[in-house]
């Protein structure tokens, strides 16, 4: 059998944006396989240091990965002992119970203001903003900067983050599990900014936050009770911005959402 030719570097490259690859994560490639045949290292002193005041109860990288009951209740536990955003910045920097930080290049935490008093609310970060480590920075976060400065806000009078913290591979949609296993961060994360209004970007977290099966187009436009455990904050749903650059003719309806939301900033 005459063996098949090897691919040239176009059809590899083709292969590779077909599959949803469209960046590398290092400069090097890793050999993953040979990584599980390699002799562990030897065992060396841990240095002295400092007593940390928090640390996640999580699963450390190179051990197995946790069963989906096990992290979802370490995420739990974790984003529970967070006192401030920084401290919850620190734990989610250090979790190991999610797949997803081991294909991102860096977590995606927020951006704005953390005493504003409206907060929106993504689902996960991009490519652009997987590579900048700030949520809403490509092209559908100039047209979010758009909308929010048509109602006198900016990044400075608002506070802006994502249900994920990491780019799902090829910005593929995240896994129930993952959005699970996420939700904890998510909710801690509300709880201490802490807005008078709360705005979901788009149908993936209108449902994962409100509890609801129904879709964007039912929801947005809608206002709902948003329960911290500590007091009930005002949620509206509206599009994506990714959605709108998607189908433009719904930006009269997303503009319907600004105004209903500058109103309820103004009321309150």
């Known amino acids: 059998m005459i063996p098949e030719p090897a691919p040239t570097v176009r059809e590899l490259l083709a292969f590779y944006l077909e599959a949803g690859v469209d960046c590398a ?13 390699a002799p562990p290292p030897a065992p060396r002193a841990a240095p002295i240091e400092a007593p940390r005041p928090i640390a996640a109860p999580a699963v450390m990288r190179g051990d197995a990965a946790p069963a989906p009951d096990v992290a979802i209740a370490s995420a739990r536990e974790a984003a529970r ?78 506070y802006i983050t994502n249900v994920i913290p990491w780019r799902p591979p090829g910005n593929r949609t995240p ?18 900014v802490n807005p008078d209004v709360l705005v979901t970007l788009g149908n993936p977290s209108t449902q ?16 709902f009770d948003y329960d911290t455990g500590q007091r009930t904050i005002r949620a509206l749903p509206t ?14 309806l997303a503009w319907q959402d600004l105004r209903a939301i500058a109103k309820a900033l103004a009321g309150a």
């Not at 994560?25 to 045949?37: I, N, Y």
């Not at 896994?175 to 509300?190: D, N």
């Open 25 to 37: 994560l290092a400069e090097e490639p890793v050999d993953r396989l040979a990584e599980l045949d």
């Open 208 to 223: 994962t936050l409100l509890s609801t099966r129904e879709g964007i187009m039912r929801t947005r436009g809608r206002w």
């Open 81 to 158: 002992t967070a006192p401030t955003l920084e401290a919850l910045r620190e734990l989610m920097q250090n979790f190991e119970g999610c797949a997803l930080k081991h294909t991102a290049t860096r977590l995606v935490f927020a951006d704005g203001n953390p005493q504003a008093r409206i907060m929106f609310v993504g689902e996960a970060p991009g490519r652009d903003e997987d590579i900048e480590g700030l949520p809403f920075v490509g092209r559908s976060g100039k047209l979010l900067d758009l909308m929010i400065g048509a109602i006198g806000l900016n990044r400075s009078t608002a």
């Open 175 to 192: 896994t129930p599990q993952e959005t699970q296993v996420c939700l904890p961060f998510i909710q801690r994360h509300i709880e201490l």
């Open 239 to 252: 599009f994506h911005p990714a959605y709108l650059l998607r189908s433009p003719s719904y930006k009269r």
